[in-house]
């Protein structure tokens, strides 16, 4: 009897390490997610919420224009962005990589790293000022003589990119420059050795290896970029809204819940999708 | 190799054009923060520090600030506390399916703040929990948790169970490996997550946004001062904000990076 107490006790001890963080995982973040995922279901009428049990809101989401027109912004938004940052990041990160020496390009790092610990808040307030029609840019190109009108750079969807932008070349950076210095220098060597010019290397060689750096930095922009609000609402303006917004003014204003949840999931599922594209090159495991 | 060459010239402009770029926003923030005057724009008026009286007299906005450092930090300690019990649960106890443990700690990582946020709001509406600081806090905890969990988790290693198991055979009990043993062993880590944590949550805008009312954190009370368009009193926080968080990042730099070269 005690015996087999004993062993009871020590089946359940390491249960007592895990048990909080799972119960509060479980509680604070499967719960909800599951009580949004029954909330979807439910109708607003009124001022009231029915549970009605229905696909009501999933059918608005195809029926009316103006969401699924958030959906394919927000889509159009998110991989403007994630090419541009790419294209801009891959040759910083190869600049850093290869031609800062190695004991500079730790400080070189933290230098490229440093504006973005202000609040994200303020990022994208502080493009405001550089963009807005009487802001650094334009007062800049007046001065010179370059436009005679300021032209109108904040409200629209260029601030909105360039702000998510700002901060996606920076992550890209720092997923690619892990990658490149990675690297073993034979690989470069034998394809040197082999007949290959530089182009040749870097398009055969070089760039298929970097690619899992490319695809991590890809999906964790797409993520974020795609369920964020604070950018847009912020530079983009109120001409043409982005799926986080959308969803923001059902809660905001109106306080319709069910069909946030229900375009929140949506969301969820585009994401998802995007997910399984790039899921080959990602691990999430211990290294 | 030509030291002068057409490309490194060519590598040198691109690196300094990519910087400007990082740089212009939050360059144009802290100087506009000294405008002695009322428009954070150009022309430069002037030297002034009345925007940082001006914060630093705003009861609303200093109340704010002490909410985002107590939420901050009770938040980090509880995720840092959950994470690193779980982490050696898993890494030291036979236990049932631990890929799906692991999967499902980590798993609000891969789920944007938004749809976090918007969850709890339902959830806590529902049953009818009013919005509060504690509210905000008990979501930051969801977020960092999650990556206390993996950090710790990722430094856990076979020598260290080693130096446990004799630890254990000299006669200490659970507890006594716990504190005395492995957390001293995992203080990097611990450290780390931390501190990442505390940045994490101190930046934290969307969740606070949703499950917070009448006490606000920084983040959401500076979202409030935006509604009076530009203003070098916002660009006045923004760069104390800036100060607080290099500080920060200087104290993980010094601490932790130089301990983990030493040893």
Known sequence: MTARARQTSHDLKPWGFVAPALLWTLCFFVAPFLVMAAMSLWERVGTDLVASWSFVNYAKFFERGHYLEAML???????????????????????????????????????????????????????LLVLA???????????????????SLANSRSATVIGFVHFFVMLLTLTIYANLVQLPPNYRKAAQDLGANGLQTFWHVILPLTLPGIMVGAFLTFVLCIGDYITPQILGGNQELLMPQVIM??????????????????????????YLGFARWIRLERA | ??????????????????????FLPVVVLVLFSFQDGRFPIPPFKGFSLR???????????????TNSLVVAILSSAMSVLLGFLAAYGIARFMLPAKGLQRGLLTAPLTVSYLIIGMGLLITFNWLGIPKSLLAAGIGHVVINMPLCFAIIYSQMGDHQANIERAARDLGA?????????????????????????????????????????????LPVEIWNLLRSGLNPKTNAVGSLVFGISVVLLLVLELVVFRKAKRS
Request: hydrophobic share 60%.
């Open chain 1, 73 to 127: 912004n927000s889509l159009e938004v998110t991989v403007i962005v994630t090419v541009t940052s790419i294209l801009l990041a891959y040759p910083f990160a190869w600049i850093l990589a290869e031609k800062v020496p190695a004991r500079w390009q730790r400080l070189a790092l933290v230098l490229a790293i440093l504006p973005f610990w202000t609040s994200y808040v303020v990022r994208s307030y502080s493009w």
């Open chain 1, 133 to 151: 029609n009487n802001g650094v840019i334009n007062q800049v190109l007046l001065a010179m003589g370059i436009v005679d009108d300021p032209l």
């Open chain 1, 249 to 274: 003014l059902q809660i905001g204003r109106r306080a319709d819940f069910p069909t946030a949840s229900a375009l929140a999931i949506l969301l969820m599922v585009v994401v998802t999708i995007a």
């Open chain 2, 1 to 22: 190799m030509k030291r002068f060459s057409g490309r490194s010239i060519a590598s040198v402009l691109y690196a300094l054009a990519i910087y400007g770029f990082i």
């Open chain 2, 51 to 65: 925007w940082y009286e001006a914060v630093l007299a705003d009861r609303r906005l200093m109340e704010a600030l």
């Open chain 2, 173 to 217: 009990r659970e507890w006594q490996v716990m504190t005395l043993i492995t957390a001293p062993m995992l203080w990097p880590a611990l450290f780390a997550s931390f501190f990442l944590s505390m940045t994490f949550s101190w930046d934290e805008f969307i969740i606070s946004f949703l499950l917070t009312r009448f006490d606000v954190t």
